[in-house]
């Protein structure tokens, strides 16, 4: 049974950081493309970055580039979302996933397992 699970979120002040974390279990983590979401209130779900299996390759997206790190731990079967300087509308729930036989992508389709999602709120 394929389990993500994210931690790491909580309450934080504009300009402070934040390190999600994202344990995978159950799959062959080296061969998973992983990608991060978030979900605001009355949003829909939105791509922030993908790293490749071996780390070679990042994507971001342009709202979050520059401010937001994706790295991975395969050893550890890890994924992890370093953010800085958060803005209140950073606040969201926010989302692993894993995807196979592609090397990135930001389509929430393609992503085959979603953890359940850690809570982000930026007070202001």
């Known amino acids: 049974q394929v389990q993500l699970k994210e931690s790491g979120g909580g309450l934080v002040q504009t300009g402070e950081s934040l390190r999600l974390s994202c344990a995978a279990s159950?799959?062959?983590?080296?061969?998973?493309?992983m990608g991060w979401f978030r979900q605001g209130p009355g949003k829909e779900r939105e791509f922030l970055a993908s790293i490749s299996t071996g780390s070679a390759y990042t994507k971001f997206a342009e709202s979050v580039k520059g401010r937001f790190t994706i790295s991975r731990d395969n050893a550890k079967n890890m994924v992890y979302l370093e953010m800085n300087s958060l803005k209140p509308e950073d606040t969201a729930v926010y989302y692993c996933?894993?995807?196979?036989?592609?090397?990135?992508?930001?389509?929430?389709?393609?992503?085959?397992?979603w953890g359940q999602g850690t809570q982000v709120t930026v007070s202001s």
């Open positions: 159950g799959l062959t983590f080296g061969s998973y493309a």
């Open positions: 996933a894993a995807a196979s036989r592609i090397l990135l992508t930001s389509i929430p389709g393609r992503y085959e397992y």
